[in-house]
């Protein structure tokens, strides 16, 4: 506790509680400013430690446990842009709109955007007990964008292969998958047969799986070299 004035004022971690619902909505804003349900990097000083967060598909509680898990999944996202679109106080507290984008840090560097909103409900000590984030986006559509590199430009072997494979380009997805293909299935393949050779024993079908692998990684490698050639 810190005195103020001559009473006491709870603190935490990221700063003393809002006093009235005027600090309490200031405080939100700066947490936006902070990108904080992306980043987890919000000081959140006007949350009840208990507070509900949730969206259609689930719900917990707890201030530390929220700002753990948008953390986790922040440190996979680049470029982060989010735009508050409306910011408006409402009887229960405030209504946020706003859209948002980033490039997840996978190997094919997919573009996540979407639009959505956040209801802060307040109590009567300014707190925010219920965080509600809403998604206005189709899961469909996300899906598909998630499989998509976000460059136009492919600028590796993940990003040619998954542009390809989205596009249905078959023969471009084969020979992006041929270089990996033919390092993981030819040694454990000549392994196998030799093995087999000096057993004496019948294939298995583990050797008959990478052999199949290994067929097509040099139908990809030959796919690839007639294409830059310009024959297929």
């Known amino acids: 506790m810190e ?14 509680r809002p006093s009235d619902r005027k600090e309490a909505i200031e405080a939100i804003r700066e947490d936006y400013d902070e990108n904080y349900f992306v980043s987890g990097a919000g000081k959140m000083r006007a949350y009840d430690d208990q507070c509900e967060f949730a969206d259609p598909f689930a719900s ?5 446990r929220f700002k753990r898990n948008v953390s986790n999944l922040g440190g996979l996202m680049r470029d982060v842009d989010l735009k508050i679109t409306s910011f408006e106080e409402t009887k229960d507290g405030l209504q946020t709109e706003w859209k948002f984008s980033c490039v997840l840090d996978l190997p094919w560097r997919p573009l996540l955007a ?32 998630l499989l998509r590199p976000a460059s136009k430009i492919p600028e590796n072997q993940a990003e040619v292969f998954m542009a390809s494979l989205t596009s249905g380009d078959v023969i471009g997805a084969l ?13 454990i393949w000549v ?5 087999r050779a000096v057993t004496h024993t019948e294939a298995t079908g583990l050797e008959s799986a990478f052999g199949g692998l290994l067929v097509l990684a040099c139908a990809g490698q030959i796919a690839k070299f007639l294409r830059g050639i310009g024959i297929s």
């Open 3 to 16: 005195l103020t004035g001559g009473g006491t004022t709870t603190v935490i971690a990221g700063g003393a």
């Open 175 to 187: 020979g992006a998958s041929a270089g990996v293909l033919l390092t993981v299935s030819a040694p």
């Open 114 to 145: 979407a639009s959505g909103g956040t209801t802060h409900t307040l109590n009567d000590d300014h707190l925010v007990v219920r965080h509600y984030e809403r998604w206005d986006v189709e899961p469909g559509k996300v899906l598909k964008a």
């Open 60 to 64: 917990f509680r707890g201030v530390e």
């Open 191 to 195: 392994t196998s047969a030799l093995l």
